[in-house]
Nanobody, 115 residues
Framework: QVQVVDSGGGLVQAGGSLRLSCVAS????????MGWYRQGPGKQRELVAG???????RYAESVKGRFAISRDNNKNTAYLQMNDLKLEDTAVYFC?????????WGQGTQVTVSS
């Protein structure tokens, strides 16, 4: 059983920064893709950033140039550095770890950006 724990959210003023962390424990096999998703009030969950095991990345257009995903394959961890945060970045952020075609999700961490 794979457990994913994400953390690092909080309240920040617009223009500020936060760093989210994610750790996956218990995988019997290597973790393939890791990613960050978010779900804002009244919105569907959307991909924010993803990274393959080999290091390829993809970002939502709205966060390009402001957010950066990184991961440590040896530690089964992923991070999301968020800079120049905007009000519209307010959401619950979820970490996802893919193992042999199955997605494992963290419990979510709240990010609130205030004016």
């Amino acid at each position: 059983q794979v457990q994913v724990v994400d953390s690092g959210g909080g309240l920040v003023q617009a223009g500020g920064s936060l760093r989210l962390s994610c750790v996956a424990s218990g995988p019997r096999f290597s973790i393939d893709g890791m990613g960050w998703y978010r779900q804002g009030p009244g919105k569907q969950r959307e991909l924010v950033a993803g990274m393959s095991r080999g290091g390829s990345t993809r970002y939502a257009e709205s966060v390009k140039g402001r957010f950066a995903i990184s991961r440590d394959n040896n530690k089964n961890t992923a991070y999301l550095q968020m800079n120049d945060l905007k009000l519209e970045d307010t959401a619950v952020y979820f970490c996802d770890a893919g193992v042999r075609g199955t997605d494992y999700w963290g419990q979510g961490t709240q990010v609130t950006v205030s004016s």
